[in-house]
């Protein structure tokens, strides 16, 4: 159980055009979805978190204009990267949390396999 | 300071050895404490989660959590060459809402 996949798994594009990554919970209700970055060597940075029907909330520094993020099912959340650039080549991987349990704090994020953009 | 630190590593241990990785953080007010297992290329995976003070066993993994020191330990037993991986520390400060921050990890490599 708690599967979530993403799709593309790796995209290539080039500069100024926007691509879409895609999230999905397979076999639960995912009540949150979180979009993290991760370049080279680095660890996870979260961008965002959005709830099913809500507008996304972003972390300080992530331009919202620039990653949209639309949640508007609870088995869908997608990340869009607009006029994307070189330095927005990274590692994009999307969590999911059911926050089905009495208390939140129990609710684990399962991950996604992640999509590799490269921008020419 | 760092919000959740790791030794970066690489630490290095003989197939058979027991691995110790660790973790700080500093916010006191973090309730939930999670270690993460990321191959090169992929997404983490779960290893294991811990709430409370006190040990946590699963396997040939035990999480080691005590909050007044602020610290939250992985042990793995009978180390396999397969176990080579980076490991995340992951905290959740649960400040308003679901607020997961990651350390930046260790590199562990099991020689054979």
């Known amino acids: 159980g708690a599967v979530v996949s993403q799709h593309p798994s790796r995209v290539i594009c080039k500069s100024g055009t926007s691509v879409k990554i895609e999230c999905r919970s397979l076999d639960f209700q995912a009540t949150t979805m979180f979009w993290y970055r991760q370049f080279p060597k680095q660890s996870l940075m979260l961008m965002a978190t959005?709830?099913?029907?809500?507008?996304?909330?972003?972390e300080q520094g992530v331009e919202k204009d620039k990653f949209l993020i639309n949640h508007a099912s609870l088995t869908l959340s997608t990340l869009t990267v607009t006029s994307a650039h070189p330095e927005d080549s990274s590692f994009y991987i999307c969590?999911?949390?059911?926050?089905?349990?009495?208390?939140?704090?129990?609710?684990?994020?399962?991950f996604g396999p992640g999509t590799r953009l490269t921008v020419l | 300071q760092k919000e959740v630190e790791q030794n970066s590593g690489p630490l290095s241990v003989p197939e058979g050895a027991i691995a110790s990785l660790n973790c700080t953080y500093s916010?006191?007010?973090?309730?939930?404490f999670f270690w993460y297992r990321q191959y090169s290329g992929k997404s983490p995976e779960l290893i294991m989660s811990i709430y409370s003070n006190g040990d946590k066993e699963d396997g040939r993994f035990t999480a080691q959590l005590n909050k007044a020191s602020q610290y939250v330990s992985l042990l793995i037993r009978d180390s396999q060459p397969s176990d080579s991986a980076t490991y995340l520390c992951?905290?959740?400060?649960?400040?308003?809402?679901?607020?997961?921050?990651f350390g930046a990890g260790t590199r562990l490599t099991v020689k054979p």
């Open positions: 992951a905290v959740n400060r649960w400040s308003n809402n679901n607020d997961m921050r």
């Open positions: 916010d006191r007010g973090s309730q939930s």
């Open positions: 969590s999911a949390s059911e926050g089905s349990g009495p208390d939140p704090i129990y609710d684990e994020q399962f």
């Open positions: 959005s709830n099913e029907g809500s507008k996304a909330t972003y």
